[in-house]
């Protein structure tokens, strides 16, 4: 009797051949995860991988099936239950166990399990699939099967989120929602859906041959200046960043709403285009506020009404972005942090609660006590919510900043990168001011090992944001912030993320851990740490 590997090699394999699936649609003992990180102590280990015995691609980009495989020997249906599971991991239709002699299939799409004499082949299975829907149509089948460039492979669930928003757009479908956890690479995903359509020359007119006029949406700069040089570089001259002008000569477009939207001065930028001059825009971090009625962001959307607008956020529905779901409707697709981490994707994170004093018991002041100007504070119980809001408290934060540099030197790495997000602006210089004077040793050495980076803070923040998010950059190590790197920023290094203000809002708290969620195995950067310092978390 054959072991697993010599069915696979002398008979599934064959069968397989037989069925007209070619060497490049079956892909053999294939990981599709990188197993869940567990930290141990300072150090790691990861869980086994997932791995599929064959995944049965339509094309290099569309996956249709998992087969599992089994002994010659042992029943197929032990294998079933697995080829279950990675099927709805890949969210493909069919899938398969066999011990080179039996072959059981499921299909999805019925809800049917039946044995069956030979493997279907990839134009039955593409029929099945998709029978009387959009795709089936050839030209729309090209656009959808149109070859994405990633600058690294594609992730099992980049591939289903690229899939699905391309298969929705040329079903007709105006507005989209796609809610992957930070990290996960939302803009690539966006990039690739962008550049299947332009590649294919979609539009939303129908005209053929003619490329679709993209706008990439977002409300900062760094958010719109690191996709169009990095994740959009291969739509090379095609690439335009609306600012001032507006000009219609390339396809895909990059803007801020601050830079098209109304002002006190003029009607806004954004009106010079005709209403349906754009095709797609997809909009970066939707949640925050592009989909709120009252907001002026919406005037926007709202202006391009012709064009599919495909809305990508980190965030769950809550409360506090509901608009975001109401406006886009229910994701197409949805990739948790659990997941991520789960998969090996996201670093995981253990939170250290730290209470002080004076969050504990709050803070009453000295009769006649006076603040830095000279004004006299009102005599009440402050608490948490109100420290550096009502009262600044110095000691707190100074006691703050101690914790914080010894945690650094009891990790045994005084580099570990790490963000300090801090109520507002002043207490984001006093917090670095007093981190400063814990580490006078390194301050002399390296003068850019405390920084703050706010939007104060213009062209110099960003020069440090710019060395703070480079790998190769050793300093800035810590960065005090109170906004400005909540969402968007990638610093695949980060260490440590510090909470030294209170977070009602558990949307934002998870765009703040999102930023210590890279992974980055080469810089030995596998899991973080929560200092939380007001029990947010």
Not at 27 to 42: K, L
Not at 127 to 147: Q, Y
Not at 368 to 389: K, M, N, S, V
Not at 503 to 514: A, L, P, T
């Amino acid at each position: 009797m054959l072991n697993e590997a010599d069915t696979c090699r002398t008979l599934i394999t064959p069968k397989l051949h037989q069925a007209l699936w070619d060497n490049d649609q079956i892909r053999e003992q294939v990981s599709f995860t990188d197993g869940r990180i567990v930290p141990i102590g300072n150090r790691t280990t990861r869980k086994a991988q997932r791995r599929a015995d064959y995944i049965l691609r339509y094309s290099h980009d569309y996956p249709i099936a998992v087969v599992e495989a089994k002994a010659e020997d042992v029943n197929a249906f032990d294998g079933l239950q697995q080829a279950k599971q990675y099927a709805e991991m890949l969210t493909v239709k069919f899938a398969y166990a066999s011990n080179g002699h039996t072959i059981l299939e499921h299909d999805y799409l019925t809800g049917e399990t039946r044995e069956i004499d030979h493997f279907p082949g990839p134009d039955n299975l593409w029929r099945r699939l998709n029978g009387n829907s959009p795709v089936a149509d050839e030209a729309a089948k090209e656009k959808l099967l149109t070859p994405a460039r990633p600058k690294n492979p594609l992730r099992y669930y980049q591939e289903i989120a690229i899939n699905r928003a391309v298969e929705a757009i040329l079903a007709g479908q105006k507005r989209i929602l796609l809610t992957l956890a930070t990290g996960t690479g939302k803009t690539p995903i966006a990039a690739q859906i962008a550049y299947k359509l332009w590649a294919s020359r979609w539009n939303t007119k129908g005209r053929a041959g003619r490329r679709p006029k993209i706008l990439f949406l977002a409300d900062r700069n760094f958010l719109v200046d690191d996709p169009y040089s990095k994740h959009f570089a291969m739509f090379g001259e095609a690439r335009h960043k609306i600012q001032r002008e507006a000009n219609t000569s390339r396809d895909m477009y990059f803007a801020i709403y601050q830079a098209i939207d109304d002002d006190e001065w003029n009607p806004g930028l954004y009106r010079e285009y005709p209403a349906d001059f754009f095709d797609l825009i997809l909009v970066d971090e939707c949640h925050r506020g592009s989909a709120k009625e009252e907001g002026n962001w919406r005037e926007i959307l709202n202006y391009f009404g012709p064009a599919v607008q495909l809305g990508m956020t980190a965030t769950p529905l809550r409360d506090d972005n509901r608009d975001t779901y109401a406006y886009f409707g229910n994701p197409l697709y949805i990739y948790s942090l659990k997941q991520g981490i789960e998969d090996g994707f996201l670093a995981p994170y253990r939170v250290h609660r730290v209470v002080s004093n004076w969050d504990l018991d709050g803070f009453r002041p000295d009769a006649g006590a006076r603040d830095r100007y000279g004004r006299e504070i009102p005599d009440e119980l402050y608490t948490t919510q109100t420290f550096e809001r009502d009262i600044a408290l110095k000691a707190r934060t100074r006691a703050f900043a101690r914790h914080l540099s010894n945690f650094l030197q009891g990790l045994g790495d005084r580099f570990a990168k790490t963000i300090v997000f801090c109520v507002d602006q002043d207490h984001a210089a006093e917090m670095a001011l007093q981190i400063q004077a814990f580490n006078q040793d390194l301050m002399r050495a390296y003068p850019d090992y405390v920084v703050r980076i706010t939007g104060d803070d213009k062209e110099i923040g960003r020069g440090h944001l710019d060395k703070f998010a480079d790998v190769e950059q050793k300093t800035p190590v810590v960065v005090t912030t109170s906004q400005l790197l909540t969402t968007g920023v990638d610093i695949p290094t980060c260490r440590v993320i510090a909470i030294a203000r209170t977070v009602n809002s558990i949307v934002e708290f998870k765009q703040m851990i999102g930023r210590g969620t890279r992974v980055r195995d080469d810089y030995g950067k596998l899991f973080f740490d929560i200092l939380d310092y007001t029990g947010s978390a």
